[in-house]
């Protein structure tokens, strides 16, 4: 890996503003989902590790928490623009430990940069209240304090942001945070902790603790100094950091699963979603959390929309991500592959045609054609589970009242996506759609601007826009008797 800057590749982790390897020296392989190659080492850390970065974080909190919200806004705008001249290096980095085209890993540093730009601004506008006394002699006001230590578990697919969207709001809010980045991605989180030391983030602030997620995990939500968890992941590690969390009740933030609904209604225009359904499907190789994952069709306009989506689909060029003109990388993992083909062939079993893909591009490797199901039905494990795959299963609706019954019979519930132009019913399904986000007529829908995240079984809170920051402040009441 040639890196312009080869201090942004660090093989230790970095706890209050030291980098250190594991108290037993152990270390994990980090390896490139396109080639199979180690690309380096970093420290199997445990509960040990993670304790001192909590102490660190616990002692320089209330420093950080007085500083002024203009004063930490500076700090975080020079960690952007650090951000921002080190665009190659670290778009290099993730491609080479999570494998997305390098445009696609620009993509997501600019995403990163823009919520780390709003809620560097945001550091000045954690206003409170005062609120009409309910004695004459009484003023009611209300005001908002930093939680405390923070705490995120963080996914690969989006090595970068995924930070940048927890750490952002922590720290312009006046608290610490400890990171545990995944194990396949941890060079990500890595760079940016050198680069937040660059800019002048204090020792204990942001600290990267990598190596085993169980334990790490255990430690970071157990322990009672740590007021605040923020994890974007599965559902079902969502659910075992939720019951971790109970003792020490702390508040939690939890972006989990999604299996979201694409609705392509008869009037629809029907380029424009084949469009979107390409940017919500394929992005990333299907591995988003908001990435469609079921795609219902009206009868009206099914053959169409499916001949046009295989056109489109069929000119994804499938490769290393490094290389130019390629549109889709590997999946993460061999594991994911092995998964990604027994779901095709549970699919096929049950009496599924593949419009276009299938397959694994090479038998041993990480890359799988993009795919298109169609003749698909609701017994398939494609229906139920999250894909996290190139693979799009197409399934055939009648009425609008079938459409949202399919599309909200799911434990799910993060992102839906509809194309109409019929007002009425525009707003007649996004009303109905059971999640936390829609994209109406559209198949991107996140921006800082806007609040992020999921009801029913994908989770609580919110990160970005106005909302986010409230996740990492307490409000506190105060009663004043002016006698
Ligand atoms: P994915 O399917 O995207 O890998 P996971 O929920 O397994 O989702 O992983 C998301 C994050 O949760 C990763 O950082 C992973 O290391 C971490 N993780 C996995 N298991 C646990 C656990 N038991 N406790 C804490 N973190 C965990």
Not at 25 to 33: A, C, D, G, R, S
Not at 108 to 127: C, M, N, P, T
Not at 246 to 261: Q, R
Request: glycine share 10%; proline share 4%; net charge negative.
């Amino acid at each position: 890996m040639q890196l312009k800057n080869d201090a942004l590749f660090r093989q230790q982790a970095f706890i209050n503003g030291v980098w250190c390897d594991a108290d037993n020296k152990q270390t994990h392989e980090v390896l490139n989902p396109a080639t199979g190659e180690v690309i380096g080492t970093v420290p199997m850390m445990g509960a040990n590790e993670t304790r001192r970065a909590i102490e660190a974080a616990d002692t320089a909190q209330s420093t950080w928490a007085k500083k002024t919200g203009k004063e930490r806004s500076i700090v975080l705008r020079r960690w952007h623009t650090l951000i921002a001249e080190n665009i190659e290096d670290l778009a290099l980095l993730m491609t080479h430990e999570q494998g997305k085209p390098i445009g696609e890993a620009k993509g997501e540093i600019q995403s990163g940069l823009d919520y780390l730009e709003w809620f560097a601004e945001e550091a000045k506008r954690v206003y409170g209240d005062v609120i009409p006394g309910h004695m004459a002699d009484k003023r009611l006001i209300v005001i908002k304090q930093p939680v405390g230590v923070t705490a995120a578990i963080t996914p690969w697919n989006f090595p970068h942001s995924m930070i940048s969207r927890k750490a952002g709001p922590a720290l312009a809010a006046g608290c610490p945070m400890i990171v545990k980045p995944a194990m396949e991605t941890p060079y990500s989180a890595l760079a940016m902790a050198y680069l937040a030391q660059q800019a002048g983030i204090p020792d204990g602030i942001y600290s990267v603790v990598t190596g085993d997620p169980v334990a790490i995990g255990e430690e970071m939500t157990t322990n009672p100094m740590v007021k605040k968890i923020s994890f974007t992941g599965s559902t079902r590690v969502g659910k075992i950091l939720m019951k971790q969390c109970a003792d020490t009740v702390k508040k939690m933030s939890m972006e989990l699963g999604g299996n979201a609904p694409f609705i392509v209604f008869d009037d629809a225009d029907i380029d424009a979603a084949v469009t979107g359904a390409m940017m919500s499907k394929y992005r990333n190789s299907g591995q988003t959390c908001v990435c469609a994952n079921r795609l219902f069709v009206q009868a009206g306009v099914y053959e169409a929309f499916s001949q046009k989506l295989a056109e489109q689909v069929r000119a994804i060029k499938v490769g290393n991500g490094l290389e130019s003109g390629v549109t889709q990388g590997p999946l993460i993992s061999k594991a994911a592959a092995d998964n990604t083909e027994a779901l095709v062939e549970d699919a096929k079993n049950k009496g599924a045609t593949v419009l276009c893909g299938g397959q694994r591009v090479d038998a041993d490797k990480n890359f799988f054609n993009p795919t298109i199901l169609t003749d698909v039905n609701n017994d398939m494990r494609i229906a139920n589970e999250e894909i996290f795959a190139p693979i799009a299963p197409i399934f055939k609706f009648d009425t609008d009242e079938e459409a949202v019954a399919l599309a909200n019979r799911t434990e799910y519930g993060l992102a839906g996506y509809f194309y109409s132009r019929d007002i009425g019913r525009v707003w007649r399904i996004a009303e109905a759609l059971e999640v936390g986000m829609v994209g109406v007529n559209t198949g991107m829908l996140t921006t800082e601007l806007a609040p992020f995240g999921g009801v029913k079984e994908s989770g609580m809170g919110r990160e970005g826009s106005k909302y986010g920051i409230e996740e990492y402040v307490e409000t506190k009441y105060i009663c004043l008797d002016i006698n």
